[in-house]
C-alpha cells in the first residue's frame, strides 16, 4: 500500500506523546533517526489484512506511549544486514591480532561482546517478561544456547557452548543508571527498536499510517517512518503495533538503495500471561566456568557502549560539531590523528586491506577514504577529520568540502 502524506501540522500535545512513547527507550548507537510530523489521514485495511477501527498516525503514537506491558514470553527473529565487510583479511593481515571477545573480563559469557553478534546475520531469540525486575533473552544457535537472566539484584550470563557464566549485582543504582547487566546495550526487540526510531522529534520526517497487518497471530496497525528529504540511506522504518496492547511487534527498517532490509526484527510467538517463575531463575552447571563482574566495572563498560553527549565526546575528539539536521544530520571531529594507515603511507598488508574496503575520494578538503555501510557512511580525510552519518558519500563529501 502506499503511503499517506503526513499533515505538516504539529502541536505540543504530539511532540509530549512522542516522549512519552520513549520513555523506556534502550541506549542504542546504531540508529540516530528521528520520528516528527504525525500524519492524521486514519488507516485502511487493504485485502486479506485485519479490518480494524480506523486510527490516526497521531493516535498511535499516544497508544504506543500508553502501552505498559509488564508481562509476555515469544520468539523474535531478527536479521541485519548492514554489509559489514569480512574482516578475515584484516584479521590475516595483523596475524590474527584481532582475535578474542573484545572485552577485558575474560568470559565468552559476557554480554557486553556476546550480544553485538546481533549486528549481523539472522538469529532467533526467546524472551520473557514479568515486569522491571525479571527478564530473560536467550539466543538461540543450532544446538547452543546463550541466555541473559535478570531477577531482582542478581543478574546472570550463560554461554552453553563454552560452559561459561558470567555474574553482577545489579543494585538499584545501577537499574537506574541502565547497565541492568548490560544485557540493554543492545537492542533486541522489536519494542526496543521502535522507541529509538521515536525518541527524537523534528519537522525532517514524515509519519503515517500504512494499513494493518497480522503478526504472530496478532492484529496490528503498520506505522511508517520516513526521511522528508533525500541525502540519508534509510528509505524506511516501518512498525507493527499491536492493536490491543500498543506493543511493537515488528520492526522493519528498508535502505534507501532498496534490497533487503537492513533490520528486520519482529515477535513469530506472542503470550501477554505471566511466565512461570522458574523461567527467571539461574544456577551455574556444575563444572562452569563463573566470571563475576563487580558493580564499577559493569557501569564504566556500560557507560562506554552508549551514545555520549556533545560535552563528552568533544572531550575524546578535538571539535565535534553536528552538520544539518534530523535524517541528514552529520557528525564531524577532528581526531587529531593523520587519517586512515593505507599502503602509500607505508603500512604494508593492513594498510592495502583497508584501501579495499574504502572508496578513495578528493574535493576541498583535500583526500580521504569513504567507508560504506548500507545504512552508515563515514569519511575519514588523510588529515585526520571525520564526516560520519546515516547519509551518502556524496552528502559527507559535500559536508567536507564545505568545511573548508
Given at each position: 500500500?502506499?503511503?499517506?502524506?503526513?499533515?505538516?501540522?504539529?502541536?505540543?500535545?504530539?511532540?509530549?506523546?512522542?516522549?512519552?512513547?520513549?520513555?523506556?527507550?534502550?541506549?542504542?548507537?546504531?540508529?540516530?533517526?528521528?520520528?516528527?510530523?504525525?500524519?492524521?489521514?486514519?488507516?485502511?485495511?487493504?485485502?486479506?489484512?485485519?479490518?480494524?477501527?480506523?486510527?490516526?498516525?497521531?493516535?498511535?503514537?499516544?497508544?504506543?506511549?500508553?502501552?505498559?506491558?509488564?508481562?509476555?514470553?515469544?520468539?523474535?527473529?531478527?536479521?541485519?544486514?548492514?554489509?559489514?565487510?569480512?574482516?578475515?583479511?584484516?584479521?590475516?593481515?595483523?596475524?590474527?591480532?584481532?582475535?578474542?571477545?573484545?572485552?577485558?573480563?575474560?568470559?565468552?559469557?559476557?554480554?557486553?561482546?556476546?550480544?553485538?553478534?546481533?549486528?549481523?546475520?539472522?538469529?532467533?531469540?526467546?524472551?520473557?517478561?514479568?515486569?522491571?525486575?525479571?527478564?530473560?533473552?536467550?539466543?538461540?544457535?543450532?544446538?547452543?544456547?546463550?541466555?541473559?537472566?535478570?531477577?531482582?539484584?542478581?543478574?546472570?550470563?550463560?554461554?552453553?557452548?563454552?560452559?561459561?557464566?558470567?555474574?553482577?549485582?545489579?543494585?538499584?543504582?545501577?537499574?537506574?543508571?541502565?547497565?541492568?547487566?548490560?544485557?540493554?546495550?543492545?537492542?533486541?526487540?522489536?519494542?526496543?527498536?521502535?522507541?529509538?526510531?521515536?525518541?527524537?522529534?523534528?519537522?525532517?520526517?514524515?509519519?503515517?499510517?500504512?494499513?494493518?497487518?497480522?503478526?504472530?497471530?496478532?492484529?496490528?496497525?503498520?506505522?511508517?517512518?520516513?526521511?522528508?528529504?533525500?541525502?540519508?540511506?534509510?528509505?524506511?522504518?516501518?512498525?507493527?503495533?499491536?492493536?490491543?496492547?500498543?506493543?511493537?511487534?515488528?520492526?522493519?527498517?528498508?535502505?534507501?538503495?532498496?534490497?533487503?532490509?537492513?533490520?528486520?526484527?519482529?515477535?513469530?510467538?506472542?503470550?501477554?500471561?505471566?511466565?512461570?517463575?522458574?523461567?527467571?531463575?539461574?544456577?551455574?552447571?556444575?563444572?562452569?566456568?563463573?566470571?563475576?563482574?563487580?558493580?564499577?566495572?559493569?557501569?564504566?563498560?556500560?557507560?562506554?557502549?552508549?551514545?555520549?553527549?556533545?560535552?563528552d565526546l568533544g572531550k575524546e575528539f578535538?571539535?565535534?560539531?553536528?552538520?544539518?539536521?534530523?535524517?541528514?544530520?552529520?557528525?564531524?571531529?577532528?581526531?587529531?590523528?593523520?587519517?586512515?594507515?593505507?599502503?602509500?603511507?607505508?603500512?604494508?598488508?593492513?594498510g592495502r586491506f583497508l584501501d579495499s574496503?574504502?572508496?578513495?575520494?578528493?574535493?576541498?578538503?583535500?583526500?580521504?577514504?569513504?567507508?560504506?555501510?548500507?545504512?552508515?557512511?563515514?569519511?575519514?580525510?588523510?588529515?585526520?577529520?571525520?564526516?560520519?552519518?546515516?547519509?551518502?558519500?556524496?552528502?559527507?563529501?559535500?559536508?567536507?568540502?564545505?568545511?573548508?
Amino acid at each position: 500500500m502506499a503511503p499517506y502524506e503526513s499533515d505538516d501540522n504539529t502541536n505540543e500535545d504530539l511532540r509530549t506523546g512522542r516522549r512519552k512513547a520513549a520513555r523506556y527507550v534502550v541506549p542504542v548507537a546504531v540508529l540516530g533517526v528521528a520520528a516528527a510530523t504525525i500524519g492524521l489521514v486514519p488507516a485502511f485495511a487493504g485485502s486479506g489484512d485485519p479490518d480494524l477501527p480506523d486510527i490516526t498516525a497521531q493516535q498511535l503514537i499516544e497508544k504506543i506511549a500508553a502501552s505498559d506491558v509488564q508481562q509476555l514470553s515469544g520468539t523474535v527473529k531478527i536479521s541485519t544486514d548492514l554489509g559489514l565487510p569480512n574482516l578475515g583479511g584484516l584479521e590475516s593481515s595483523l596475524g590474527g591480532g584481532m582475535g578474542g571477545g573484545g572485552d577485558d573480563s575474560g568470559s565468552s559469557a559476557d554480554p557486553s561482546s556476546k550480544l553485538l553478534e546481533l549486528a549481523s546475520g539472522t538469529h532467533t531469540l526467546r524472551v520473557a517478561s514479568d515486569g522491571e525486575d525479571k527478564q530473560k533473552l536467550s539466543l538461540l544457535d543450532k544446538a547452543a544456547e546463550y541466555s541473559v537472566i535478570h531477577n531482582g539484584d542478581e543478574v546472570w550470563a550463560y554461554d552453553s557452548a563454552s560452559n561459561e557464566a558470567y555474574h553482577m549485582k545489579d543494585s538499584s543504582g545501577a537499574a537506574e543508571k541502565g547497565t541492568k547487566g548490560k544485557a540493554d546495550d543492545v537492542p533486541a526487540t522489536p519494542k526496543e527498536l521502535a522507541e529509538e526510531a521515536l525518541k527524537a522529534a523534528d519537522d525532517t520526517t514524515s509519519v503515517t499510517v500504512d494499513g494493518t497487518a497480522q503478526v504472530a497471530g496478532r492484529d496490528a496497525y503498520k506505522l511508517l517512518i520516513k526521511p522528508k528529504a533525500s541525502g540519508s540511506t534509510v528509505g524506511a522504518i516501518s512498525i507493527a503495533v499491536d492493536s490491543k496492547t500498543g506493543l511493537p511487534l515488528k520492526f522493519t527498517l528498508t535502505p534507501a538503495s532498496g534490497g533487503a532490509a537492513v533490520i528486520d526484527a519482529g515477535f513469530t510467538k506472542v503470550d501477554f500471561s505471566k511466565p512461570a517463575a522458574s523461567t527467571f531463575d539461574f544456577s551455574p552447571p556444575k563444572g562452569t566456568k563463573v566470571t563475576e563482574g563487580d558493580e564499577g566495572k559493569a557501569e564504566g563498560k556500560a557507560d562506554r557502549a552508549q551514545p555520549k553527549g556533545g560535552e563528552d565526546l568533544g572531550k575524546e575528539f578535538q571539535g565535534l560539531n553536528v552538520i544539518g539536521e534530523g535524517w541528514s544530520s552529520i557528525a564531524q571531529f577532528d581526531t587529531g590523528g593523520e587519517g586512515m594507515p593505507s599502503e602509500s603511507s607505508g603500512a604494508g598488508d593492513a594498510g592495502r586491506f583497508l584501501d579495499s574496503l574504502g572508496d578513495q575520494v578528493t574535493g576541498k578538503f583535500g583526500s580521504g577514504t569513504v567507508f560504506s555501510t548500507r545504512l552508515v557512511n563515514a569519511l575519514i580525510t588523510d588529515d585526520g577529520k571525520v564526516y560520519a552519518g546515516a547519509v551518502t558519500k556524496d552528502a559527507l563529501v559535500k559536508a567536507a568540502n564545505a568545511a573548508k
